[in-house]
C-alpha cells in the first residue's frame, strides 16, 4: 500500500485593490479544490483566515493571499490555472508553485516538468531545482514579477521521511483516537492558544489545521511504514523563536531523514552526534524571498527494509 | 543535459547440455542488443568470453552466461524477454535483471513495475526492493528456480554518484584521450594484465571492457556536472583480495555518494570520518546467491547545486 504523502504546494498573493479572496466564497473555493481532484472536508474560520481541510492536505485563504498543499495524485497545477484565469494574471502579484522531494514522482499524473509547461503557458515563470535528483531535493517555481515581502512575511517547512519509534507505531495502529494524537504531537504545547480542525483517516492518517490571529500552522501525516511522512508549515518562526517546535518534533517521530524549507527565514534543527546535515542551499528570488534548503540525515547504521514485491 | 547513467542488468545461466552461447553468433547477439535499443561498436574476445561494447553499456557472452548491462533509456527487458523466447524458460538454470538507483526513473520508457510484468508474464519471478525510495536503492528480479552457483561464483559492483575532484573536471573536459583516462584510472595497477576494449564518447562519457581468462571488469562514465555516474563491475572479489580497487576508485573519483552490490561477496568500503555508510541490508535469495546492498555518503557539508529550470 502507497500513498503519495508528500505535498505540491502554491502560494498566492494579489494586487493591492483586488476584492477580498475571502469574499469569492465557498462555492468558487471548491471549485479551486476540484481542480486538484480533492474534496473539502470541514472549515474552520477567525477573523482573518479560512482553513479549508482537505481530503488531500489543507487549503488557507486570507484576504490577500491563498496557500494551497496537496498530497497523493492530486493535480495542484490545474487549481493554479484556475485561479490564473479566474483573478487575472495582472492581478496576481506573487506566485509560487513547490514540488517537494517525492517518493514515488513516476507515479504522478504530471511531471516537474510537465508542472511547469503548463504555468508557462500562461504565466512568466522561473523555476529552480535545489539539491541532487539522487537524494533529497526541492523544486520552487515562481511568477517571474517584483514582489517586496512585508518583513514578517516568512514560512517554515519542516518535512519527515520514516518516522520511528512510539509515536510513529502508534500513527500506523488501527486504534488511533484523535484525542490521542493530539496528546502524542503535545499539540498543547507546540502550537498554544491555537484553534484546532483534524481529521483521522481511515485506516490511518492524519490532518490539523491551526491558526491563531494570523498565525497558522498545518500537520499531515501520512505514516505507511517504508514511505512515511510527515509535513509541519507554518509562519512561525522556527528559526528564532520558534525553533523548539522542530526540536520537538523531531524527538516525538524520530524520522530517519528530514528536510527544512524556509522562505525569509532558516528553519533551525538541532542535531545530535548521529545526526548530519547532509546538504543545504540558499537561492535568493527575484520575487523578493530567499529560499533555504536543508537536507538532514539520522544515520543509524541499521538494516535498510527488503520489501518483496 | 541529462543521460542516465544508472545501468538495467541482466544475467542469465542456462542448464548443462545446452549448445554454448557464444556458438549463437554475432547475429544472434547483434539482435538481443538491437531488442534494448542499444547497438555494438566493438568486440573483444579470449579463450573464454566475447565482451561486446555497446553505445550504452557492455554484453559479456561466456560458453554457459551471459551478462547485459545497459545505461540511458535502454529497453533491457526486451532483450530479457528475446533470450527467454530463443533459449525456452526450461533451458535458464538462472535469470537475474536488476535496475540500480536512477536520477530520473520517471524518464525510462519502463517502470519497475512494468518490467516486472512484462517479465511475469513469461517466467516465474521473485521480486526485491533493497532500500528507501527516497534515498539509494536497488532492485533485483530473479527466476524462481533453484539454482547452486558454484564457490567461486561472486559478482562485485561499486556505483558511484557526484564524482568530485580533478579526475572528474578531466572526464567533463572537452579534450580527452582514451591514454589518459586509461592513466587516470590507473588501470594498469587496478587491472593488471586485463585486456581492454574502451570508446571515448562525445563530448564526453567513456566505457572500458576488461578481460583476462575467466575474470571480466567494466567501467562505464557518465561524466556530466549533476548527473554524473560511474559503474565498475567485476568478478573479481571487491571484499577480499581486491579490496584496493575500491579504495583506489573511491580516492580518484571521490563520489559524493556510492552503492556497492555484492552476489555473495560484500564489497569492501573503505570510511573516513567524513565517509558514513547510510544503511546496508542483506537478502539471501532463493536462487542461491545472497545479495547484499549497502548505501554511502560523502558528508561534506557543501552547499548543494540550485539549478535554474
Given at each position: 500500500m502507497f500513498f503519495e504523502g508528500s505535498e505540491k504546494k502554491i502560494e498566492l498573493v494579489v494586487e493591492a485593490g483586488c476584492p477580498p479572496l475571502r469574499s469569492l466564497g465557498y462555492p468558487f473555493w471548491h471549485k479551486v479544490v476540484k481542480a486538484a481532484e480533492a474534496d473539502i472536508l470541514s472549515t474552520l474560520s477567525n477573523?482573518?483566515?479560512?482553513?479549508?481541510?482537505?481530503?488531500?492536505?489543507?487549503?488557507?485563504?486570507?484576504?490577500?493571499?491563498?496557500?494551497?498543499?496537496?498530497?497523493?495524485?492530486?493535480?495542484?497545477?490545474?487549481?493554479?490555472?484556475?485561479?490564473?484565469?479566474?483573478?487575472?494574471?495582472?492581478?496576481?502579484?506573487?506566485?509560487?508553485?513547490?514540488?517537494?522531494?517525492?517518493?514515488?514522482?513516476?507515479?504522478?499524473?504530471?511531471?516537474?516538468?510537465?508542472?511547469?509547461?503548463?504555468?508557462?503557458?500562461?504565466?512568466?515563470?522561473?523555476?529552480?531545482?535545489?539539491?541532487?535528483?539522487?537524494?533529497?531535493?526541492?523544486?520552487?517555481?515562481?511568477?517571474?514579477?517584483?514582489?517586496?515581502?512585508?518583513?514578517?512575511?516568512i514560512t517554515c517547512e519542516l518535512l519527515m521521511y520514516h518516522t520511528q519509534g512510539p509515536a510513529a507505531d502508534y500513527l500506523r495502529s488501527t486504534h488511533q483516537t484523535i484525542e490521542q494524537i493530539r496528546a502524542l504531537l503535545k499539540l498543547d504545547i507546540i502550537l498554544p492558544d491555537f484553534e484546532l480542525n483534524d481529521f483521522l483517516f481511515e485506516p490511518f492518517g492524519y490532518s490539523v489545521n491551526a491558526i491563531r490571529g494570523k498565525d497558522y500552522a498545518t500537520i499531515h501525516i501520512t505514516p505507511e511504514q517504508h514511505s512515511s511522512y510527515v509535513s509541519f508549515e507554518t509562519n512561525l518562526n522556527l528559526g528564532g523563536a520558534h525553533a523548539y517546535i522542530v526540536k520537538q518534533l523531531l524527538a516525538i517521530l524520530q524520522p530517519a531523514s528530514w528536510d527544512t524549507v524556509g522562505f525569509n527565514c532558516q528553519p533551525f534543527s538541532p542535531l545530535s552526534a548521529v545526526q548530519f546535515e547532509v546538504g543545504k542551499c540558499t537561492q535568493p528570488l527575484d520575487c523578493g524571498y530567499i529560499l533555504d534548503f536543508r537536507h538532514y540525515q539520522h544515520l543509524q547504521k541499521t538494516t535498510l527494509p527488503t520489501k518483496q514485491l
Open positions: 477573523q482573518y483566515c479560512d482553513a479549508y481541510l482537505l481530503s488531500e492536505s489543507s487549503l488557507f485563504v486570507w484576504d490577500d493571499r491563498c496557500l494551497m498543499l496537496t498530497c497523493g495524485n492530486t493535480t495542484l497545477v490545474n487549481s493554479a490555472l484556475l485561479l490564473e484565469e479566474h483573478l487575472g494574471s495582472d492581478n496576481i502579484a506573487f506566485f509560487s508553485y513547490q514540488r517537494k522531494n517525492e517518493y514515488q514522482s513516476q507515479l504522478q499524473h504530471t511531471s516537474l516538468q510537465q508542472d511547469l509547461d503548463k504555468l508557462r503557458s500562461k504565466l512568466p515563470i522561473k523555476a529552480y531545482q535545489l539539491g541532487y535528483l539522487d537524494s533529497h531535493h526541492h523544486f520552487l517555481l515562481h511568477l517571474d514579477k517584483p514582489y517586496t515581502p512585508a518583513k514578517n512575511d
